[in-house]
């Protein structure tokens, strides 16, 4: 699908399709595009656009490169990360002719906000370059809401992890369900530090390549790069708590374990006299004069009860209980 974004007065207006000229165009804007959609394109601008295995590399070179006096620019941002599934994919922006053109195979809510704001007057848009750099800024600001939601979530975690409060059924926190949030933020709090990552080299290689040389524009692509950097300082924070919450989880389980082996074993030493006494006196041998006393079988009952309350408040008076 090709959307187009044409200057009207201060503001970008949407198509749904390629405009009748390109005298005005600003913004193309490609989502899941076909193979049809490429090459109409191509043929409108003389360029070639990059495939989705050539947005999938990982090298620098393949994602930040120069053709002509077009810039191919690339990186990696999160789509539905309000929710627990989330994807993580490159985004192509393109500089060409004036006009910036995106390529992508997923949605992140940064482009329909941006869509809106655009959509609005204000922001005085005039070619490709000013609408990146808004675009820019704006996916910068999706991804600072984004970590700060995931420190409220780890906020959360950690009340619940330290929290001595126990549920209405008397059990304390369910630690399977904390570890798989613990799982969950700190996989989304990796995944943002990539995109960032991919942001800030994107930014660093934009800079120069700048055709306009008007001061705001330059003051307002280093505004973008401390806020990338600010960005990066509470995402590794974010990942050390993460981690923090992680080994005192762990901690706590073997805690928890020990406690319960400790039980076991308190259990086993109490009730080990009564079980021998009573195997003494289960053998049934001929010659066991016991057995034909009268009390014998009170006497054997009182000497397992004393041999298991004995051990019990020894361990009791240790503080071991």
Same mark, same amino acid.
């Given at each position: 699908?090709?959307?187009?974004?044409?200057?009207?007065?201060?503001?970008?207006?949407?198509?749904?399709?390629?405009?009748?000229?390109?005298?005005?165009?600003?913004?193309?804007?490609?989502?899941?595009?076909?193979?049809?959609?490429?090459?109409?394109?191509?043929?409108?601008?003389?360029?070639?656009?990059?495939?989705?295995?050539?947005?999938?590399?990982?090298?620098?070179?393949?994602?930040?490169?120069?053709?002509?006096?077009?810039?191919?620019?690339?990186?990696?941002?999160?789509?539905?990360?309000?929710g627990h599934d989330y994807l993580l994919a490159p985004v192509t922006f393109i500089?060409?002719?004036?006009?910036?053109?995106?390529?992508?195979?997923?949605?992140?809510?940064?482009?329909?906000?941006?869509?809106?704001?655009?959509?609005?007057?204000?922001?005085?848009?005039?070619?490709?370059?000013?609408?990146?750099?808004?675009?820019?800024?704006?996916?910068?600001?999706?991804?600072?809401?984004? #970590?700060?939601?995931? %420190? +409220?979530?780890? !906020?959360?975690? =950690?009340?619940?992890?330290? *929290?001595?409060? &126990?549920?209405?059924?008397?059990?304390?926190?369910?630690?399977?369900?904390? #570890?798989?949030?613990? %799982? +969950?933020?700190? !996989?989304?709090? =990796?995944?943002?530090?990539? *995109?960032?990552? &991919?942001?800030?080299?994107?930014?660093?290689?934009?800079?120069?390549?700048?055709?306009?040389?008007?001061?705001?524009?330059?003051?307002?692509?280093?505004?973008?790069?401390?806020?990338?950097?600010?960005?990066?300082?509470?995402?590794?924070?974010?990942?050390?708590?993460?981690?923090?919450?992680?080994?005192?989880?762990?901690g706590l389980i073997n805690i928890e374990q020990a406690a319960i082996i400790k039980?076991?074993?308190?259990?086993?030493?109490?009730?080990?006299?009564?079980?021998?006494?009573a195997s003494i006196y289960g053998m049934n041998f001929r010659l066991m004069p016991?057995?034909?006393?009268?009390?014998?079988?009170?006497?054997?009952?009182?000497?397992?009860?004393?041999?298991?309350?004995?051990?019990?408040?020894?361990?009791?008076?240790?503080?071991?209980?």
């Amino acid at each position: 699908m090709i959307r187009s974004f044409i200057l009207d007065g201060t503001r970008l207006a949407s198509l749904s399709d390629l405009p009748d000229t390109d005298q005005r165009a600003c913004w193309f804007d490609l989502l899941n595009p076909t193979d049809q959609d490429i090459a109409r394109l191509e043929q409108r601008l003389g360029i070639t656009l990059p495939t989705r295995e050539d947005m999938d590399e990982i090298e620098v070179s393949s994602r930040l490169y120069s053709d002509g006096d077009n810039e191919f620019m690339t990186a990696l941002l999160p789509s539905q990360a309000d929710g627990h599934d989330y994807l993580l994919a490159p985004v192509t922006f393109i500089l060409a002719q004036h006009h910036l053109i995106t390529m992508r195979f997923h949605d992140p809510r940064a482009f329909g906000t941006f869509e809106q704001r655009a959509g609005k007057s204000g922001p005085g848009f005039k070619e490709g370059e000013s609408a990146m750099l808004a675009l820019l800024e704006t996916i910068i600001d999706r991804l600072a809401d984004i #970590l700060e939601r995931a %420190g +409220r979530d780890i !906020d959360t975690i =950690s009340r619940s992890i330290f *929290s001595q409060t &126990t549920t209405k059924a008397g059990r304390g926190v369910n630690m399977k369900t904390t #570890l798989q949030g613990i %799982g +969950r933020v700190g !996989d989304l709090t =990796s995944n943002i530090k990539d *995109s960032l990552v &991919t942001l800030e080299r994107l930014v660093v290689y934009l800079h120069p390549k700048l055709k306009s040389d008007k001061a705001d524009r330059r003051g307002q692509i280093k505004a973008v790069t401390m806020d990338i950097k600010s960005l990066q300082d509470q995402s590794n924070f974010l990942s050390q708590k993460t981690t923090f919450l992680l080994d005192a989880t762990l901690g706590l389980i073997n805690i928890e374990q020990a406690a319960i082996i400790k039980i076991f074993s308190v259990v086993s030493v109490i009730f080990l006299p009564p079980t021998l006494v009573a195997s003494i006196y289960g053998m049934n041998f001929r010659l066991m004069p016991e057995l034909d006393w009268t009390l014998g079988y009170p006497l054997a009952i009182g000497v397992m009860v004393v041999s298991a309350i004995l051990p019990f408040a020894y361990f009791k008076r240790r503080g071991w209980l």
